[in-house]
């Protein structure tokens, strides 16, 4: 699928990873709707970014992705401003060190909420529209590290993550032939001004030593919108950490 004129949603793409792929969408001509939860001024400021500098302002949507009322509400309020969804990109998530016996059992039901059930409502609202137009894509954005080799402490992290990848494949076989489902998987991504610890740190988890941008990520999703062939797949981006 060409990105130039797609209608493509991003979930949490107000910041970091999720901005990124919102712009370099954007610059390859899509119109992007920009979900946000906590961050309107951010996400109104990427939407703005996307029109400065690439000639398709994009919309700011706001939901709560953990309450699945709020999930349709997206899903209508995406197709009543465009008509169509062409590109869903489930990157929104919550990232927390947290061990099995530190997790709250709410909080255990925040992280499968946000991490993976909200990515499983949101692409089950879109699907009908995208098979009636017998073309879709769906990429969910989930981890290396916590799908590939999971740290002790990231319990809660992890699991969602791991199931992310198992709802990716699922629905690339459900949504076949004419939605394509596909995961990318990044290692340790950090803006430009990233710590010096967590720098050093990713300098020695990634075959590369350096760590990942999160125009990296980007780049990864426009391979994987574009790419017709790709189906059902996890593409990791993490400098071969996985090895």
């Known amino acids: 699928m ?86 869903l990109v489930n990157c929104a998530a919550i990232f927390a060190k947290k061990s099995l016996l530190e997790t709250s059992l709410a909080e255990w039901d925040k992280f499968m909420n946000v991490n993976l059930r909200a990515a499983a409502w949101l692409s089950r609202a879109l699907a009908p529209s995208m098979q009636e137009m017998q073309r879709g894509v769906i990429l969910n954005i989930a981890d290396s590290f916590a799908t590939q080799t999971p740290r002790a402490g990231y319990t809660p992290y992890s699991v969602s993550k791991a199931g992310l990848l198992s709802l990716t494949q699922c629905m690339a076989q459900e949504f076949a032939p004419h939605i394509r489902v596909n995961a990318v998987c990044p290692g340790i991504v950090l803006p430009r001004a990233g710590n010096e610890s967590d720098r050093v740190f990713a300098e020695k988890a990634a075959l590369v030593q350096h760590a990942g941008l999160p125009d990296d990520v980007a780049s990864a999703c426009a391979f994987l919108v574009e790419n017709d062939y790709m189906n059902g797949a996890c593409l990791a981006v993490d400098g071969g950490k996985a090895l």
């Open 2 to 87: 060409n990105l130039n004129n797609s209608i493509c949603l991003v979930t949490g793409a107000a910041k970091r990873v999720g901005r990124s792929i919102a712009l370099h969408f954007a610059q390859r001509g899509a119109i992007v709707i920009v979900h946000h939860c906590h961050s309107l001024g951010e996400a109104r400021a990427t939407a703005q970014e996307c029109g400065e500098f690439y000639g398709r302002e994009g919309l700011p949507l706001y939901a709560d992705l953990s309450d699945p009322a709020e999930i349709e509400d997206l899903a209508r309020a995406a197709l009543a401003a465009y008509g169509r969804v062409d590109v």
